[in-house]
């Protein structure tokens, strides 16, 4: 049987092929995106692992402000890094300047880096890490020495356009505003580049007067501890003398903190991506299950005649199985070679987003190929264990007949059993919308899966409709081509509704999240159309903060009548008894004179010691109007704050929002987040928007922006979003297509002699190939119908579970049908090879096929 099973591979090199491509592509995207996820991890944990010492002195408390581009008025002297750097557990004391608000442009005056990663600017001085090495390695030149000289990573130089002694400019955060620096070298963190972030040294003396405003002093101090003193021996030295507002830690502490951050949103990239190859996964085992049993159908002859010579069900069983193995092991394999290739390729793509990833971590580990082994090895034999029980069941007398077909059961029982899963599935997603204990999400989703798989095993019965549809349609259009592709595709009901159940997954879940995106934009319109009162805004993309003089030089514009400032800022609150870290909005007393809130209780009136909750925030801590909460600032600072009101939830400002004198009184350092802009009565709009257009032409991205350019700029980041979905929802589509060529090829064989007759009756080449082009567009049209309906109810579903954020509907109408159209053109494609196949086919030898 083995050897049976060996000369039926070889001997079929073409349907080999075909079959395995889906396995390829499956495992190809999952070992991509385990590649990629690895490489991703590996790059963050190296740079933080290489740039951290084995203690740092910095301000104190929970919320490090500094990781959200906010730093702290509170400074370490150069003495106090003298008295550290003196104790006996010290080997060195390295006093840094972190830099905030700077921005690196590249020859083309464009930020380097895009709206990505930030900049990250300190002085140079010359620490090693927890492992004993430098904390930077210098690649080309050497090191700032003097003010005007800046050394750069070397992806930002090679973005910026940059080399050695060539002019760099920056934008700093005070005085004049655009510097010019001389690059004197290149160098990278311990541990490979800088994940897409741009990080600029320079001279000690320099960044005190940039980013400290000229004060002898420094925001944080990294220690390097003696030989055989241990991080938690150091930590406790350090702290006898460290001063007031700043506490030392160790550098595990650091990196558990840094890793912590970070791993939220590296989770949530892996997440999405896993998603995408379990979808392309799944699809691909659709299209197994249906080459084989195609295969099947096509062998039982075979399976017959090895019946009478003896072989048990067991081995015509495991034949079958043995060759789906084979298959397995061969697509795998190369599934895992086109993985190395896609990580890289998932790398470019986020290097367009500002994430860079090094290619020397992108390697296969040995759990990514032991995974992509099991994965597909076990999909493909589930795939095609029902199949093999069917050849399995062919009786042995059923070889002498000549019109041998393999019986399929009748529909009845699936109807049923699908009519009960609907069913259930109707009730998970009832219990999520009502409310059910746990996460309503999960009610939903799990509905949502036994729709979509339910409806993949009833798209023979579901689908009718369309394939009548198609056969009506393409009869009156085509004539007899179109309808003899309707009777094909309804020959075989349960063949076309499983390729056409491939195409409806990756069309489904397309759908669906088309009306979450097209709702999240209606949303959004809506709110910018309610809430922008404010005749220009002006911010970054990436929402960082900016420095405070362009604000300053605004208020000074012709015809600008008010300019209201916000910063954000991280603080940590307590709910239910644990500290919750959380984002609060400082505001100026220009901000009621542009917006007006909703107060549900007090009055949105700011002075002293006092902060307005959002609802949600306000339900978080139980807090209401005249109440007390403990707001801890960057830097360790906690101050009662009275509740002066309570207003509905918005997006103009924070959850907990509090003014400026505040933020003073914690000592958190002023820079601005947003400006919102009225002008006076009768001004010129467009004059205005031109002279505030000239305050922030030397940064490039901080853009002024009326309300039309604000629904276009956050359409324009939906869109983006949209579009690496679908882009990733692509290869789904492009395993559905393969199936669909899969399906015809094999059909064509299995019809080798109708296909001689139907030549031998008439039937030209050309008509030929359009009935076969026409029966690939039906079993497209299928699965993009199906799909697509199923995408929009899944759609809707989710969307009203999220109605208080996603508060509009919209159905993306003209997506839907751009949908449609390219499922003909897939139709159509899919169609080539088979149709030319079938129109080169010699009529007397198509005749004479069995």
Known sequence: MLRLTWRNLLARKVRLLMSTLAIVLGIGFLAGVMTFSTGLNATFDNIVKGS?????????????GANAGVGTTALVTPADVDKLAALPEVAQADGSVDGLGSFLLGKDDKLVGGQGAPTLAFNYAPGENMQGEPVLELNQGGWPEKP??????????????????DTVTMIVPTGEPRRTFTLVGTADFNGGGTAGATLVLMDTKEAQEIFLDGQDGFTSVSLTAADGVSQTELVDAAKAVTPEGFTAVTGDKVVEETQDQIGQFL?????????????????????????FSILVSQRVRESALLRALGASKRQVTRGVLVEAFLMSVVGATLGLLLGLGLSRGLAGLFRSFGLDISGD????????????????ILVTMVAAFVPARRAAKVPPVAAMRDDLVVQEKGMGRRLVLGTIAMVVGIALVAAGLVGAPGTDAIWIGAGAVIWVVTTAVLAPVLGKPVLLACRGVFGRLFGTPGRLA??????????????????????????????????LSA???KIVDDQFTSDFLVQLPTFQGFPTQYGDQMEQVDGVDVVSRQQGIPVSVEVDGKPDQAFANGVDAAFTDVYTLTMLDGTEELSGDQVLLSQGRADDLAASAGDTIDVEFP???????????????????SGITVPFSVLEEAGVKRSDSSLSINVTDGADLGA???????VVKDLPILSVQDKQEFKELISGQVNQLLYVIYGLLALAVVIAVIGIVNTLGLSVLERTREIGLLRAVGLSRSRLRRMITLESVTIALLGAVLGMVLGLVIGVVLRESLKDDLTELSLPISSLLVFLVVAVIFGVLAAIVPAVRASRMKVLDAIASE
Do not use: C, H
């Open 148 to 165: 005007g000289e800046v050394t750069i990573d070397t992806s930002s130089a090679e973005r910026g356009s940059y080399e050695v002694g």
């Open 635 to 653: 830097g360790g600072k906690t101050i009662p704050l009275e509740v002066a009101g309570v207003f509905e939830d918005t997006p103009v400002t």
């Open 361 to 376: 971590v992108l390697t296969l580990t040995p759990f990514t190929v032991a995974a992509g082994y099991v994965v597909g």
């Open 688 to 694: 205005v928007k031109q002279d505030l257009d000239d």
């Open 52 to 64: 951290t010492p084995d203690a740092q002195v910095r301000p104190a408390g929970d919320v490090q």
């Open 523 to 525: 949303t959004q319109d």
């Open 267 to 291: 989770d949530v990239i892996s997440i999405f991506l896993t998603t995408f190859a379990v979808i392309a996964i799944v699809v691909g085992a659709f299209i197994i299950f249906n080459t």
């Open 486 to 519: 309707g009777e094909n595709a309804l020959r075989n009901p349960r063949r076309t509704g499983a390729t056409a159940s491939a195409l409806m997954i990756g069309l489904a879940v397309v759908s669906a999240v088309g009306v979450l995106a097209s709702s």
